[in-house]
Nanobody
C-alpha cells in the first residue's frame, strides 16, 4: 500500500511563497530518497529537487529553482517538504513527489503563479 500524497499547492502572486508537503505511507520512508518533479501544460515532467535518505540528507536542485526552493524531510512524520520562495510564473505546474527506490508517484498538487 505504497502511497504518496501531495498537498499545499495553490494560487500565488509572483514573488510569493508556498510550501508543498508529500506525505508517505506503506514503506520505510526514512530509507528512501525522495524527489520533487513538476510538469507544466504541454511540457515534460522535470526534476526540480531531490533529497537522500536520512543517512546523508543530501539535496540537489534544478538550476531553475536553485536558491529559491528548499527541500527537506521529517522522517518522524513520513513527510517531505518543498519550500518555494520568490515564485515566478514559470514555476506554474503540477508538482509531484516521487519515491526513487520503489518508483511510486503521488497524484500531484497544482501550483499556479500569476498576477
Amino acid at each position: 500500500q505504497v502511497q504518496l500524497v501531495e498537498s499545499g499547492g495553490g494560487l500565488v502572486h509572483p514573488g510569493g511563497s508556498l510550501r508543498l508537503s508529500c506525505a508517505a505511507s506503506g514503506f520505510r520512508f526514512s530509507s528512501y530518497a525522495i524527489d520533487w518533479y513538476r510538469q507544466a501544460p504541454g511540457k515534460e515532467r522535470e526534476l526540480v529537487a531531490a533529497i537522500t535518505s536520512a543517512a546523508g540528507s543530501s539535496t540537489n536542485y534544478a538550476d531553475s529553482v536553485l536558491g529559491r526552493f528548499t527541500i527537506s524531510r521529517d522522517n518522524a512524520k513520513n513527510t517531505v517538504y518543498l519550500q518555494m520562495n520568490s515564485l515566478k510564473p514559470e514555476d506554474t505546474a503540477v508538482y509531484y513527489c516521487h519515491a526513487r527506490r520503489c518508483g511510486a508517484w503521488g497524484q500531484g498538487t497544482q501550483v499556479t503563479v500569476s498576477s
